[in-house]
């Protein structure tokens, strides 16, 4: 088996694999670009890396907010994490839909317990 300390192990559709992780990040943003509707993939992270919990939305509004959550280490990384899902669920808005998106950060520090304020929506 391999070292995991430097890997990290992917979930995609339900297949796990262990990727090195200096090509990891270029390996899904291939996936994403290669495949609009790419289902859905965890990221489990062997590391010490601080990453913060982050809200991210598009200004849409359905029933509520059109928002999603996204653990990253910034918010950039956060929207760019984001636009992908976005993406893959816009076939009926325009470029908008995940081209405009606002990333809220709600927890610095996710290996701390943490509960967001309570919302009615």
């Known amino acids: ?12 559709n339900g297949e796990l694999e262990i990727y090195d992780m200096d090509t990891l990040e270029n ?10 509707n790419i289902g859905t993939y965890e990221i489990h992270l062997n590391s010490n ?5 982050y809200e991210v939305n ?6 509520g907010v059109v928002k999603c959550f996204v653990i990253a280490e910034n918010e950039d990384r ?8 976005y993406k893959a669920q ?5 470029k908008d839909y995940y081209l405009n998106l ?3 950060c709600l927890c610095d520090n996710t290996f701390n317990e ?6 009615d929506e």
Do not use: P, Q
């Open 1 to 12: 088996m391999k070292n995991v300390s430097d890997s990290k192990i992917v979930k995609i």
């Open 27 to 36: 390996d899904l943003y291939s996936l994403c670009e290669e495949n609009d």
């Open 49 to 53: 890396k601080c990453m913060k919990l």
């Open 58 to 63: 598009n200004g849409y509004v359905g029933f």
């Open 78 to 85: 956060a929207i760019e994490i984001a636009r992908h899902k």
């Open 90 to 94: 816009s076939k009926y808005y325009n």
């Open 102 to 104: 606002t990333a809220t």
């Open 114 to 119: 943490f509960v967001s304020e309570i919302l």
